[in-house]
Nanobody, 122 residues
Framework: VQLQACGGGLVQAGGSLRLSCAAS????????MGWLRQAPGKEREFVAA????????YYADSVKGRFTISRDNAKNTVYLQMNSLKPEDTAVYFC????????????????WGKGTQVTVSS
């Protein structure tokens, strides 16, 4: 599966952004999907994941209550709605896919897309 993320940009603290990740290839609905991020000088970290049918979601504590992950299997797309953004959310955001969505949570996903930059100004 090939992944292409978009929707990043510059936003003020307290603002919102929605990231999208379009997947190409077969059987999108068989993959767990997720988002991870990497800030300058830091390791890549898990943000959110969703099961293949959308019935299960999981979030990092740092984004819980502010970010929402969702997917549309008919459009082969996964989304990350980010509200109440903080300067510490500034990072390159990557979408990822794996048969086992637990591997996404462990930052060990098999498939990765190119990142999209999110910058939150104070």
């Amino acid at each position: 599966v090939q992944l292409q993320a978009c929707g990043g940009g510059l936003v003020q603290a307290g603002g919102s952004l929605r990231l999208s990740c379009a997947a190409s290839g077969r059987t999108f609905s068989s993959y767990g999907m997720g988002w991870l991020r990497q800030a300058p000088g830091k390791e890549r970290e898990f943000v959110a994941a969703i099961s293949n049918n959308g019935g299960g979601t999981y979030y990092a504590d740092s984004v819980k209550g502010r970010f929402t992950i969702s997917r549309d299997n008919a459009k082969n797309t996964v989304y990350l709605q980010m509200n109440s953004l903080k300067p510490e959310d500034t990072a390159v955001y990557f979408c990822a896919a794996d048969d086992a969505w637990g591997k996404i949570i462990a930052t060990m996903a098999t498939h990765w897309g190119k990142g999209t930059q999110v910058t939150v100004s104070s």
